[in-house]
């Protein structure tokens, strides 16, 4: 029973007070999920390769922050600038790096588990924040509400399998995809199927949590030359269970909800917004009360778009 968010600025100026709206629909949701809270904030492309970087959760971090900092600027990237907040490293990095560079430095420094070292986003328009505990806990931390834009998503998450820690707290960037960004409620039901075919393929999990296999699909299918819009439509079909799942990229915001329709999903446009969220509450809270809200059928697929130029393929 978790609680998703989405919205997006129709004038993509990236002036929107996205993150402020963003943590009044998540609050409103906070009773669906006090495990974790967190958001994937888009703006204007950087002229950087991006990285937030988890050190850990226990331990030494500002000793860990130095190493991860040391070992990217021993693999010969470039100019690495770097900020730590807590448990997060924001790198700021040359917008032509190597991706699989940068995570294979990063990765190899701790063992997986816990408290690993870990790549939870990287691109020139994305930045994901999340953590244990509440939405109210989220902006006390790192205050969101600040953060302007063109669009993101936001997730709350009562833990029902897995751990309740930084890393199985969403959203979820799609590992090596620069700039997706997923959420999820619901459960998919052939995660473990799925995950074992594309293990033996040699694709690395962070977590045990199914809501990860999403953005690993909508990744794959992505490389394959398909749209955001194919790739979850294809979804649908692919994954298996009762589910409501939000994507974002740069300019895109987009939701896609099982045939079932057993988790609940409203939706509100105007001309100048989207939003999308688990309950109506969610909206009025965070955008008053002059619009309609609806809520699509099962086996619903909406792509909207901004005004600002998506980035060209890495």
Request: include cysteine; charge should be negative; aromatic fraction near 6%.
């Amino acid at each position: 029973m978790c609680g998703i968010a989405g919205y997006l600025d129709r004038s993509g100026s990236g002036e929107a007070p996205v993150g402020s709206v963003l943590l009044r629909m998540l609050t409103a949701l906070g009773d669906r999920g006090p495990d974790s809270a967190g958001v994937a904030l888009f703006g204007e492309p950087s002229q950087s390769l991006v990285l937030r970087i988890k050190l850990g959760e226990v331990g030494d971090l500002a000793s860990r922050a130095e190493l991860v900092v040391a070992r990217l600027g021993g693999e010969g990237i470039g100019a690495v600038q770097a900020e730590r907040s807590g448990p997060y490293l924001r790198v700021a990095l040359p917008p032509n790096t190597p991706l699989p560079a940068v995570t294979s430095a990063i990765e190899s420094l701790t063992p997986p588990g816990s408290d690993a070292v870990e790549l939870i986003s990287a691109g020139r328009c994305l930045e994901i924040v999340k953590q244990v505990g509440s939405p109210a806990d989220l902006e006390s931390a790192y205050r969101i509400s600040e953060t302007c834009g063109t669009h993101g998503i936001g997730h709350t998450r009562l833990s029902t399998e897995s751990r309740v820690d930084l890393s199985h707290s969403q959203p979820f960037w799609a590992h090596g995809v620069p700039d997706l960004a997923v959420v999820h409620n619901g459960h998919v039901t052939n995660y473990h199927r799925l995950r074992r075919i594309y293990e033996q393929r040699g694709i690395r999990f962070y977590t045990e949590n199914d809501s990860e296999i999403i953005g690993i699909y909508l990744g794959l299918r992505l490389a394959r030359g398909e749209n955001l819009e194919e790739a979850m439509r294809a979804s649908l079909t692919d994954l298996d269970g009762s589910f409501c799942y939000l994507a974002a990229m740069p300019g895109v915001l987009a939701f896609a909800k099982d045939p079932y329709c057993l988790k609940p999903l409203v939706v509100a446009e105007t001309q100048g917004w989207v939003a999308v969220a688990t309950e109506e509450v969610a909206l009025r809270q965070a955008l008053g009360h002059h619009f309609r809200a609806s809520e699509p059928p099962g086996r619903t697929l909406r792509v909207w778009e901004t005004t600002m130029p998506l980035l060209a393929a890495a």
